[in-house]
């Protein structure tokens, strides 16, 4: 039979609880506190009208042909230290070798944000127009951390270019050469994007050129961009995304494709995606 507590280790137990319950509440305060003044941004921005819709008919057997560096997972992982964040390094995929799931702690009481973006993707651009630097400051902080996963569903437009496969390559090339440049150059990339899908996109002297001047500018990236390096990644983490039973809408596989702690966001349903940040946190 347990041994029965005493007054005073009852009391104790109960201000441990009130302060485990009083943390909590103060970090869903401080996530709603950054996010909600954003939410009038995101309903000018329309991200629920714009978010691109891919439906997969048929999908080949998954492939894994290996992939670059700091993407175990088929994303780039940023954590904070209170201060500033960084990029949580890791070793390339091998041929053959599956992606690894990212694993927390269980009920940390953190927001563990996983984003699915192409870079050639206007609902993309306007997804990080609204929130990107509230997000920023929430990892920074140490009160969130950020995945995020470059992929290419766009393809069919700007004039069979395959721009969105094009700007995959260079995000994993950033991300395998120079992963501390690689928020600055997907900012760039955004602010980049041509105003029109039935052009021919960025080239990858463009490309290149942008990337560069956001601090990406080193031969080996240059060259990786060329000869798009990661080309056959690109394809088969796209295909993973897009498979991925968890990821699907009512409507299939789209972007931006945002999962909060296990909880996918549906801009449909739930515009405001600061409020579903702080309960996905919160367990709601």
Request: charged share 20%; net charge neutral; aromatic share 6%.
């Amino acid at each position: 039979m347990p041994e029965r507590q005493t007054k005073k280790q009852r009391i104790e137990e109960a201000r441990e609880a009130a302060r485990l319950a009083r943390e909590k509440r103060e970090k869903r305060q401080k996530l709603l506190k950054v996010l909600v003044p954003s939410i009038a941004t995101l309903v000018v921005l329309g991200i629920a009208a714009l978010i691109v819709v891919v439906v997969i008919a048929t999908m080949p057997k998954p492939a894994f042909p290996g992939g670059p560096k700091n993407m175990a997972s088929d994303g780039i992982l940023f954590q904070g230290d209170g201060t500033s964040s960084e990029v949580v390094n890791t070793a390339a995929l091998k041929k053959g070798d599956k992606p690894k799931a990212t694993e927390f702690p269980a009920n940390d009481g953190l927001a563990h944000i996983v984003t699915y973006v192409d870079w050639s993707c206007p609902a993309c651009k306007s997804f990080e127009s609204a929130y990107s630097e509230q997000i920023d400051q929430i990892v920074a902080a140490g009160q969130a951390t950020l995945e995020v996963h470059p992929i290419a569903i766009l393809d069919h437009l700007y004039s069979g270019s395959r721009y969105s496969s094009r700007s995959a390559n260079a995000a994993a090339c950033i991300a395998n050469f120079a992963p501390e440049k690689f928020a600055a150059a997907q900012t760039a990339m955004f602010d980049a994007q041509p105003e029109s899908e039935t052009g021919p996109g960025l080239s990858n002297a463009e490309i290149k050129k942008i990337v560069n001047n956001a601090g990406a500018d080193s031969d080996a990236i240059n060259t990786c961009i060329d000869s798009e390096q990661f080309k056959k990644w690109v394809t088969a983490a796209t295909q993973r995304a897009t498979s991925d039973a968890d990821l699907q809408g009512s409507n299939g596989f789209s972007t931006p494709t945002v999962v909060v702690n296990g909880q996918r966001w549906d801009p449909q349903k739930q515009s405001d995606f600061g409020q579903f940040l702080v309960s996905a946190v919160s367990g709601g």
